[in-house]
Antibody, heavy 116, light 107 residues
Framework: QVQLVQTGSELKKPGASVKVSCKASGYTFTDYALNWVRQAPGQGLEWMGWINTNTGNPTYAPGFTGRFVFSLDTSVSTAYLQISSLKTEDTAVYYC?????????WGQGTLVTVSS | DIQMTQSPSSLSASVGDRVTITCRARQGISNYLAWYQHKPGKVPKLLIYAASTLQSGVPSRFSGSGSGTDFTLTISSLQPEDVATYYCQKYNSAPWTFGQGTKVEIK
């Protein structure tokens, strides 16, 4: 079945970097875009952007430029979200989700906690 | 960027009630709208896409309607397992903004 499996939880200090992976299975990886969505504690869903899995070209939503980088390794059907210079306000669950419009399915989410 | 405004932000209804959630776009988005159900500790689940197309496996008590700027998600007969936060999302052009969510509880 179609599945997205993400990295486990991460605990990082402010200023550090984190790289979250999202491994796809059950379909041809390059047939669908891959999106990233954030949910901060007590907040709603925020669309961070998406990456074209054919070209590797990323599109970032406002507010997610600069410290956020989407990348791919198509040889292992995996997408990555890297966040640098982490801040406490980056503490959130980060989801990957397949789709070039509506999002389905979603990965299980990765909790990134930024704390000193 | 087109903002998506959901209402109400929360509601409480009895089992069996008909529940309606609305989502409004500041500019027309044709039918490029999806609805998701998000239960605490779970992964968001796609309910409806293209404003009114029910995703496979989703119970038929869920329905969507609308086009342009005004959209509706309806639960025809609320069930205990429907307790969740519901989000609309537009995808006509980037950024694919979510609404702020509607929390549905049982009275």
């Amino acid at each position: 079945q179609v599945q997205l499996v993400q990295t486990g939880s991460e605990l990082k200090k402010p200023g550090a970097s984190v790289k979250v992976s999202c491994k796809a299975s059950g379909y041809t990886f390059t047939d669908y875009a891959l999106n990233w969505v954030r949910q901060a504690p007590g907040q709603g869903l925020e669309w961070m952007g998406w990456i074209n899995t054919n070209t590797g070209n990323p599109t970032y939503a406002p507010g997610f430029t600069g410290r956020f980088v989407f990348s791919l390794d198509t040889s292992v059907s995996t997408a990555y979200l890297q966040i640098s210079s982490l801040k406490t306000e980056d503490t959130a669950v980060y989801y990957c989700a397949r789709g070039g419009g509506w999002l389905d399915p979603w990965g299980q989410g990765t909790l990134v906690t930024v704390s000193s | 960027d087109i903002q998506m405004t959901q209402s109400p932000s929360s509601l409480s209804a009895s089992v069996g009630d008909r529940v309606t959630i609305t989502c409004r776009a500041r500019q027309g988005i044709s039918n490029y709208l999806a609805w998701y159900q998000h239960k605490p500790g779970k992964v968001p689940k796609l309910l409806i896409y293209a404003a009114s197309t029910l995703q496979s496996g989703v119970p038929s008590r869920f329905s969507g309607s609308g086009s342009g700027t005004d959209f509706t998600l309806t639960i025809s007969s609320l069930q205990p397992e429907d307790v969740a936060t519901y989000y609309c999302q537009k995808y006509n052009s980037a950024p694919w903004t979510f609404g702020q969510g509607t929390k549905v509880e049982i009275k």
